[in-house]
């Protein structure tokens, strides 16, 4: 079964960094494209960001843009999110989720991890 | 970008009844909508795509409608395990938006 398995949360001080992991498994990781949507506590879901199966083309939200990348290993079966400039408003649960088909959303989730950005 | 509003943003049911919400975009998407729950502390779960199909394994009392720019998930006969969050998301095109959430609360 489809299982993704995220790393890399924590507690980070404005305009700092962190990278978060992403590990999938039960489906051909290579064939599918991947997104990153966050959650803020107690708010609703937000799209952040999707690479292609292939790394070929990448999405942000623009509240991301030019602070955040998104990449992938598919040797390794990985996606990442490298968020840098980091602001308290990036708070939130961070979630990766398997693409349904080519650009569509997401159909599996994993169960996130936290990221809290505080000084 | 296209702009998804989601209404209620609440609402209080009793085991049994028939709930419906809807989704309005702010352009025309064809059927590109998904339908997720989302129970607290928990992932969001897809439960509808493309409009009306249903994902495997979601039991058939959830179903969706519409096309176009508005849309509907009907729930027929609410269950004590269907109370949760639902989101709306268009992904007709890029940035994909998701409506703001309806709450499924116990009346």
């Known amino acids: 079964q489809v299982q993704l398995v995220e790393s890399g949360g924590g507690v980070v001080q404005p305009g700092g960094s962190l990278r978060l992991s992403c590990a999938a498994s039960g489906f051909t990781f290579s064939s599918y494209g991947m997104h990153w949507v966050r959650q803020a506590p107690g708010k609703g879901l937000e799209w952040v960001a999707f690479i292609r199966y292939d790394g070929s083309n990448k999405y942000y939200a623009d509240s991301v843009k030019g602070r955040f990348t998104i990449s992938r290993d598919n040797s390794k079966n990985t996606l990442y999110l490298q968020m840098n400039s980091l602001r308290a408003e990036d708070t939130a649960v961070y979630y990766c989720?398997?693409?349904?088909?080519?650009?569509?959303?997401?159909?599996?989730w994993g169960q996130g991890t936290l990221v809290t950005v505080s000084s | 970008a296209i702009q998804m509003t989601q209404s209620p943003s609440s609402l209080s049911a009793s085991v049994g009844d028939r709930v419906t919400i809807t989704c309005r975009a702010s352009?025309?998407?064809?059927?590109?909508l998904g339908w997720y729950q989302q129970k607290p502390g928990k992932a969001p779960k897809l439960l509808i795509y493309?409009?009306?199909s249903l994902q495997s394994g979601v039991p058939s009392r959830f179903s969706g409608s519409g096309s176009g720019t508005d849309f509907t998930l009907t729930i027929s006969s609410l269950q004590p395990e269907d109370f949760a969050t639902y989101y709306c998301l268009q992904d007709y095109n890029y940035p994909p938006a998701f409506g703001q959430g309806t709450k499924v609360e116990i009346k």
């Open positions: 352009q025309g998407i064809r059927n590109d």
């Open positions: 493309a409009a009306s």
């Open positions: 989720a398997k693409g349904r088909i080519a650009v569509a959303g997401p159909d599996y």
